[in-house]
């Protein structure tokens, strides 16, 4: 799914297929729905607003192959 965003405080990386992007305080985002697709990793204590159409959160798709491998070997993850 697509998501704009703003880092309020801390940082947060956003991990594409080949690529990771790392944001700090006061950094804007937008992530294009995919393929290939993303995955957020904030640091404890980040605050992040997340803007994401709802009718992009429902169905399949939702997972890239390739973060469901990566999920899997780290025993789950994330749902975003």
Do not use: C, K, M
């Not at 405080?9 to 006061?26: F, K, P, Q, R």
């Not at 997340?50 to 992009?56: G, M, R």
């Amino acid at each position: 799914a697509a998501h704009w965003g703003l880092v309020l405080a801390g940082s947060v990386a956003i991990e594409y297929e080949d690529d990771v992007e790392v944001l700090g305080t006061g950094d804007v985002f937008h992530t294009p729905e995919g393929p290939p697709g993303h995955r957020f990793e904030v640091s404890d204590g980040a605050t992040i607003v997340d803007f994401t159409p709802i009718e992009l959160l429902e169905g399949p798709g939702r997972l890239a192959e390739w973060r469901q491998n990566a999920a899997a070997g780290l025993g789950g993850g994330s749902s975003r």
